[in-house]
């Protein structure tokens, strides 16, 4: 592999093995962006649903559980929407935690990596 001054670096198994590291959690960070944008529709969506119960004057409402509307007691649904809600903050926040790890990795893999092949590797998306 040749660098920008004209040396050549040899990649190790180390090297490879860094560079797949990379590959696969940017991957993943992909994966994640499409989960997290769909875990906050979920959220909002959840949220449009606890705001149209509010005003909502029924005493007996339709709850779609799966494919399927069944009738329930307000107070049930209620509190099935924050379990639901609870749910989806966690799972929100769990991805994003996960996002920020993904992210810290392949800064320290891209540190690596510049520093022994400078130039002539490439880590950034276009």
């Keep these: 592999m040749q660098q920008g ?8 198994w180390e090297d490879q093995q860094n560079i797949n590291r990379f590959g ?3 991957n993943r960070l992909h994966e994640l962006a ?3 944008r769909l875990a ?3 959220n909002e969506n959840l949220e449009d649903a606890g705001n149209e119960l509010i005003l909502c004057d029924e005493d007996v409402v339709r709850f779609q559980i799966g494919e399927v509307f069944a009738h329930m007691p307000m107070d049930d649904v209620e509190t099935r929407l924050e379990q639901m809600k609870e749910n989806a903050a966690k799972k929100l926040e769990r991805l994003e935690e996960e996002r920020e790890s993904i992210l810290a990795q392949m800064a320290e893999l891209k540190k690596i990596l510049y520093g022994k092949f400078k130039d002539a590797i490439n880590l950034e998306e276009d």
């Design 5 to 12: 001054d004209g040396t050549e670096a040899q990649v190790t």
């Design 24 to 26: 696969r959690l940017n």
């Design 34 to 36: 499409d989960e997290i």
């Design 40 to 42: 906050k529709e979920a």
